[in-house]
């Protein structure tokens, strides 16, 4: 293989979910984003770096998915806040054996909470692995 540098990203992916509004609108209050944006038959919810979350609508079971989302110190204070606010739980591990603690993997803090759909959801401040 030739050693040349990496240019692929990920443009966006789909979210399995059984209805768009309610699904697409919580990711988008909890992470203050604007509204989700229509395109054909899904809910569209653009992040920062220029991928999206495209939510689909479907009626039976979804497979439940991880999605983790780097913001900055003052964003985690705020979603962390609308999280308590809605009385959302949140955990330190994936595995949701340590509820309502923030962990600081990394130097960072970071909380993991389940959308409508129950899909883990997880906010941190440092990327993991990061040694800064």
């Not at 054996?97 to 960072?108: A, C, D, E, R």
């Not at 759909?117 to 040694?131: F, M, N, V």
Request: glycine letters at 8%; aromatic letters at 12%.
């Amino acid at each position: 293989m030739e050693d040349r540098p990496l240019s692929a990203q990920l443009n966006h992916t789909i979210v399995w979910c059984r209805d768009q509004q309610k699904s697409a609108g919580f990711l988008t209050q909890v992470l203050g984003l604007p509204a989700p944006r229509r395109f054909m038959h899904f809910l569209v919810v653009d992040l920062a770096n220029g991928v999206s979350l495209d939510y689909y609508q479907k009626d039976e079971p979804v497979a439940l998915q991880h999605y983790a989302f780097l913001v900055s110190e003052a964003e985690f204070d705020a979603a962390y806040g609308r999280l308590r606010a809605q009385g959302q739980e949140v955990w330190a591990d994936p595995a949701r054996t340590q509820p309502g603690v923030i962990n600081h993997h990394f130097g960072g803090r970071g909380v993991y909470f389940q959308d409508p759909d129950g899909h883990l959801l997880e906010i941190i401040t440092r990327p993991y692995g990061d040694a800064a």
